[in-house]
C-alpha cells in the first residue's frame, strides 16, 4: 500500500520562501504524474502543480513564476519550492497522484502565510 507523507510547512511572513516534501512509499512513484494539492478553510481541495515521470511541469496559475515542482523518483520523494508566498497561500498541502488512481491522502502539512 503506497503512503504518502508530507512535510516542511510553518509559519512564513509574505513574501517569504518554504520547501515542502513529499515522501511516497514504494518505487511505483515514478510511473504516474504527481500532483500538490491544497486546501484552504471554507474551500475544496485544488490542485497547484503537477509533474509528469518524465519530469514536465504544469501549473495553477496564481502559482506560476513564483512555485517549482520537482521529484526525485530515485528517493520517490517530490518537493514544492514556494518563493514569495502571499497569504492566499495559507492552507494544508497535500501530495497524490494525478489522475484517476489516487492514493489514501496523507495528513498535509499546514503552511500559513501571515505577519
Known amino acids: 500500500q503506497v503512503q504518502l507523507v508530507e512535510s516542511g510547512g510553518g509559519l512564513v511572513q509574505p513574501g517569504g520562501s518554504l520547501r515542502l516534501s513529499c515522501a511516497v512509499s514504494?518505487?511505483?512513484?515514478?510511473?504516474?504524474?504527481m500532483g500538490w494539492y491544497r486546501q484552504a478553510p471554507g474551500k475544496h481541495r485544488e490542485l497547484v502543480a503537477s509533474?509528469?515521470?518524465?519530469?514536465?511541469?504544469n501549473y495553477y496559475d496564481s502559482v506560476k513564476g513564483r512555485f517549482t515542482i520537482s521529484r526525485d523518483n530515485t528517493k520517490t520523494t517530490m518537493y514544492l519550492q514556494m518563493n514569495s508566498l502571499k497569504s492566499e497561500d495559507t492552507a494544508v498541502y497535500y501530495c497524490?497522484?494525478?489522475?484517476?488512481?489516487?492514493?489514501?491522502w496523507g495528513q498535509g502539512t499546514q503552511v500559513t502565510v501571515s505577519s
Open positions: 509533474i509528469t515521470s518524465a519530469g514536465d511541469t
Open positions: 497524490n497522484s494525478v489522475g484517476a488512481l489516487q492514493w489514501a
Open positions: 514504494g518505487s511505483i512513484f515514478r510511473l504516474y504524474t
